[in-house]
């Protein structure tokens, strides 16, 4: 089947507006995961779903960074007013509920002008 | 606390030269390490993982990687390097215990191939 996808592939905004960042998971997928990854880094936990239960929001860096997952399907990575330190690529992810492999989507890449 | 270090951010090497990527952690309990590669343009690939029993593990593309507790390493291998290699690997330790799924990931390391 399809892998993990995420659009849009890019996006550039400017500072101070909001953007909607999508994933579909992978049919099945009872978990997803949003990272962030910024040039020259390594992966950043953002939040984490697993079918009903309460998210792990752990991750998200501040309170302008919100995410939402309608059952076990579509989620939206929002950033709100955003910040040029905000430019990064955003990764999505998914897998079976107790699997140990996440499956990545090509990403987000955000640049804030 | 938890952490992964990748010392080397960037190395090259011949094509069918052998390969090692360093990868050491810090992590208060019994780790759950993997290895990535992100090649350019597409997304990130698991290329092999250690939970538990043989310390040597082996996964896709040739690669495998041994898992040395008493130095808290676990470097991926391989034997002889084909240009397609060429991209960004990243190591990845984590619980993947109860809800607590977050993986810790190292800055990676950028593999270039001479021919």
């Known amino acids: 089947g399809a892998g993990v996808s995420q659009s849009p592939s890019n996006k550039v905004t400017e500072k101070g507006k909001d953007v909607e960042l999508r994933c579909d998971p992978i049919?099945?997928?009872?978990?997803l995961y949003w990272y962030r990854q910024r040039l020259g880094q390594g992966l950043e936990f953002l939040i984490y779903?697993?079918?009903?239960?309460?998210?792990?929001k752990s991750g998200l860096p501040s309170d302008r960074f919100s995410a939402e997952r309608t059952g076990e399907s579509v989620s939206t990575l929002t950033i709100q007013r955003t910040q040029q330190e905000d430019s990064a690529v955003y990764l999505c992810?998914?897998?079976?509920?107790?699997?140990?492999?996440?499956?990545f989507g090509p990403g987000t890449r955000l640049l804030v002008l | 606390a938890q952490s992964v270090t990748q010392p080397d951010i960037h190395i090259t090497v011949s094509e069918g030269a052998s390969l090692e990527l360093r990868c050491n952690y810090s992590?208060?309990?019994?780790?759950?390490l993997f290895w990535y590669v992100q090649s350019p343009g597409q997304g990130l690939q698991l290329l092999l993982k250690?939970?538990?029993?043989d310390t040597l593990v082996q996964g896709i593309k040739g690669f495998e990687a041994e898992f040395k507790r008493s130095q808290s390493s676990f470097n991926l291998r391989k034997p002889s390097v084909h240009w397609s290699d060429a991209a960004e690997y990243f190591c990845?330790?984590?619980?993947?215990?109860?809800?607590?799924?977050?993986?810790?990931w190292g800055l990676g390391t950028s593999l270039a191939v001479n021919p």
């Open positions: 990845a330790v984590g619980p993947y215990a109860g809800n607590n799924r977050k993986l810790i």
């Open positions: 992590y208060g309990a019994t780790p759950y």
């Open positions: 250690y939970f538990s029993g």
């Open positions: 049919s099945g997928h009872t978990a």
């Open positions: 779903f697993q079918g009903n239960s309460a998210p792990d």
């Open positions: 992810a998914s897998s079976f509920a107790g699997e140990e492999t996440q499956y």
